[in-house]
């Protein structure tokens, strides 16, 4: 088991397999300027497998896949099936925009995923072109309606909540919540990266959201978590629905005393805290060809390196944003 100072159980490892996006999100990075990194630049599959291997053998129990976006990757579900012959891995899911899922969902489910994050921040196909700069809304919902054919639960519906832009959405994504068996997720907007946004301007919070939905649903909360690497969400049922809403409020109501997880970057950075900048680097061990026990000890000084909480906000109370751009970092 892998405790930091604080006696915090660190299972949970969010690894993100590339920075290469086929959107640009208006709350994830720039329209322009963007270096992505090259391809050597990257940690290659066999490495993530190796530092994954360790780090169950130390006590992680979960592995969420994410990028950028992970299906662009070419080799990605022969890596998936790689990762599922981890002795003592449980779960294996995948964090992804959607608009390949509809073409990689069966090989994915075959290669050992059964549960998946779709990012969805509007329902109106205008508005979806518009956040995520030209994608296309039916190529997400085809991708959902193939997942869910194929067996995939749960589906995870994450929507970042930007006032002005798509609150207006919240009752209808919780009808999809009620009418399907999603579970949709409403995410506040964080500080990260350079993005066009104003964050102070766009910023809500998700006690807002719920008054909202509340007006029309009925949210029994969800107190019991199914496992111990369970993430942060606050979950409602819908009363009489088939699916559930959750809560994620990084800023209004951090969640760090009970933080679980890790982040492995694109370029092979081991990071403690998504909001705090202090990471470990294991591309440059791994490649002068460390040892087991090398790396075993590099994993533990990343773990030793998680703060109590974030510090997204200074004393003095001005915004401190996180310089990384959300797609090196994977969420």
Same mark, same amino acid.
């Given at each position: *088991?892998?405790?930091?100072?604080? +006696?915090?159980?660190?299972?949970?490892?969010?690894?993100?397999i590339?920075?290469?996006?086929?959107?640009?999100?208006?709350?994830?990075?720039?329209?322009?300027?963007?270096?992505l990194?090259?391809?050597?630049? =990257?940690?290659?599959?066999?490495?993530?497998?190796?530092?994954?291997?360790?780090?169950?053998? *130390?006590g992680? =129990?979960?592995?969420?896949?994410?990028?950028g976006?992970?299906?662009?990757?070419? &080799?990605?579900?022969?890596?998936?099936a790689?990762?599922?012959?981890?002795?003592?891995?449980?779960?294996? #899911?995948?964090?992804?925009?959607?608009?390949?899922?509809?073409?990689?969902?069966? %090989? =994915?489910? @075959?290669?050992?995923?059964?549960? /998946?994050?779709? #990012?969805?921040?509007?329902?109106?196909?205008?508005?979806?072109?518009? !956040?995520?700069r %030209?994608?296309?809304?039916e190529?997400?919902?085809? %991708?959902?309606?193939?997942?869910?054919?194929?067996?995939?639960?749960?589906?995870?519906?994450?929507?970042?909540?930007?006032?002005?832009?798509? @609150?207006?959405?919240?009752?209808?994504?919780?009808?999809?919540?009620?009418?399907?068996?999603?579970?949709? $997720?409403? !995410?506040?907007? *964080?500080?990260?990266?350079?993005?066009?946004?104003?964050? &102070?301007?766009?910023?809500?919070? &998700?006690?807002?959201?719920?008054?909202?939905?509340?007006?029309?649903?009925?949210?029994?909360?969800?107190?019991?978590?199914?496992?111990?690497?369970? &993430?942060?969400?606050?979950?409602?049922? /819908?009363?009489?629905? $088939?699916?559930?809403?959750?809560?994620?409020?990084?800023?209004?109501?951090?969640?760090c005393?009970?933080?679980?997880?890790?982040?492995?970057? #694109?370029?092979?950075?081991?990071?403690?805290?998504?909001?705090?900048?202090?990471?470990?680097?294991?591309?440059?061990?791994?490649?002068?060809?460390?040892?087991?026990?090398?790396?075993?000890?590099?994993?533990?000084?990343a773990?030793?390196?998680?703060?109590?909480?974030?510090?997204?906000?200074?004393?003095?109370?001005?915004?401190?944003?996180?310089?990384?751009?959300? +797609?090196?970092?994977?969420?």
């Amino acid at each position: *088991m892998m405790l930091d100072k604080y +006696s915090r159980e660190i299972n949970y490892l969010r690894v993100s397999i590339t920075d290469r996006c086929n959107l640009r999100c208006i709350y994830c990075r720039p329209k322009e300027g963007v270096a992505l990194h090259g391809h050597e630049d =990257i940690l290659r599959y066999e490495e993530m497998i190796r530092v994954i291997s360790l780090a169950v053998k *130390m006590g992680l =129990i979960k592995v969420r896949l994410t990028g950028g976006e992970p299906l662009v990757r070419r &080799g990605f579900v022969d890596f998936v099936a790689d990762l599922n012959k981890i002795e003592g891995l449980k779960d294996i #899911s995948l964090t992804t925009n959607g608009i390949l899922l509809e073409q990689f969902a069966q %090989g =994915i489910f @075959d290669a050992g995923i059964r549960r /998946i994050n779709v #990012s969805l921040d509007s329902l109106n196909p205008d508005k979806y072109g518009q !956040i995520t700069r %030209g994608g296309r809304l039916e190529d997400v919902l085809r %991708g959902i309606a193939r997942a869910e054919e194929i067996g995939f639960s749960p589906i995870k519906i994450n929507t970042v909540a930007i006032k002005g832009f798509n @609150d207006d959405e919240a009752l209808d994504f919780a009808r999809l919540a009620q009418e399907q068996p999603f579970q949709v $997720r409403f !995410i506040e907007l *964080m500080p990260v990266g350079k993005t066009t946004l104003d964050y &102070g301007e766009d910023y809500m919070p &998700g006690s807002q959201l719920i008054k909202i939905i509340r007006q029309r649903y009925a949210l029994e909360p969800l107190k019991n978590k199914k496992n111990r690497s369970d &993430g942060p969400a606050k979950i409602f049922k /819908i009363k009489g629905g $088939r699916g559930e809403i959750g809560f994620i409020n990084p800023v209004s109501d951090h969640f760090c005393s009970t933080c679980n997880r890790m982040r492995l970057t #694109s370029d092979g950075k081991l990071r403690a805290c998504l909001l705090n900048e202090a990471e470990v680097d294991l591309k440059k061990a791994l490649r002068e060809n460390c040892s087991d026990a090398e790396l075993e000890k590099l994993i533990w000084d990343a773990v030793l390196l998680k703060p109590r909480q974030h510090d997204i906000v200074c004393t003095e109370n001005s915004l401190r944003k996180c310089s990384r751009n959300m +797609s090196e970092i994977g969420g």
